[in-house]
């Protein structure tokens, strides 16, 4: 269950991201944005995500390793 929710809640921070980057808005009003937003769905979310950033997720059990690496591509998506 844990999985899902985290996996639910990346995607939408994802998505947020990718709307932001996507808008019209100065870099600098970008970057202040998504810092925002991420912190809102931080604190929306606690504390399943605070829980979530100390994973290590190059280190989990076989059945978790496919998540795992979804997770770390959203990671990576939403911090481009």
Sequence with gaps: MFDEIVRSVLEQNDELARRIAKSGISPTRKMRELIL????????NYPLLYIYIRED????????SSWSADMRALNKSIER
């Design 57 to 64: 997720l190059r280190n989990v059990s076989d059945k978790r």
């Design 37 to 44: 937003a991420l912190m809102a769905s931080y604190a929306a």
